[in-house]
């Protein structure tokens, strides 16, 4: 799911999506603002320009986390286990895991759709599976243990293998947006046949500027 942007009437209020959106137009605005301040182009000439802002905003853009918007938090989903464990709150009710494998596990749990927040870019680590769920998913998988701590260290593991496609999803999203902020520049600021704006301000790259 690409970083949308939004239009009249959206906000991240109504539209909880959108506040990965909201952040990356923030992001743009402010960097716009202090081009001068980084010594970068504040004015369009060539497409080395163009080159030269988008490299700062993508190295920029690392500071945002936004694949915290994708993605299970381990730590967390260690602790829930563990938590559940300790109280018997075991919820599995699932195909028979026994013996599978770490990557078994998560394609498994992938396919019964016990991950909640998938896809959906809700909140930061808004993305996890309900630790009675993940506690009796262990339990049942490696029944010769009984350490909870080792079985929550197990669960970290299939964690780590649900994270796997969920970080490509988010580089690839970061690439497209990317990819259509540079498509975005060079029309309005560059192009014989676009508008050729002048000198950049804090909404130069703003997808809510027409």
């Known amino acids: 799911m690409a970083l949308p942007c939004y239009g009249p009437g959206y906000s991240p209020a109504n539209s909880p999506h959108l506040t990965a959106a909201l952040e990356l137009d923030t992001a743009m605005i402010d960097f716009s603002a ?16 163009i080159d030269t802002l988008m490299a700062s905003f993508g190295e920029s853009l690392k ?20 938590a559940a464990l300790s109280e018997d709150l075991l919820q599995w009710d ?11 596990l998560a394609q498994i749990l992938r396919s019964t759709g016990k991950i909640q927040g998938l896809g959906r870019l809700a909140g930061r680590f808004s993305v996890m599976v309900d630790g009675g769920v993940a506690a009796g998913l262990v339990k049942a998988a ?25 970080y490509e999803e988010w580089e690839a999203d970061t690439r497209a947006a990317l990819d259509q902020i540079r ?19 804090e909404r130069w790259i703003s997808c809510l500027v027409i």
Not at 94 to 104: F, H, L, Q
Request: charged share 25%; aromatic share 6%.
């Open 183 to 201: 498509n975005r520049l060079k029309y309005i600021r560059l192009d014989e046949n676009g508008p050729k704006i002048g000198h950049i301000n």
């Open 94 to 104: 699932g195909p028979d895991v026994a013996g599978k494998s770490i990557v078994e």
């Open 142 to 166: 490696f029944v010769n243990v009984e350490d909870n701590d080792a079985l929550a260290e197990a669960w970290a593991r299939v964690v780590d293998v649900l994270n796997v496609p969920l």
């Open 34 to 49: 202090s081009l001068a301040s980084r010594g970068l182009p504040t004015s369009i000439t060539s497409s080395g320009d």
């Open 63 to 82: 500071d945002l986390h936004l694949w915290q918007y994708y993605v299970l938090d381990v730590a967390r989903e260690r602790v829930a286990v563990r």
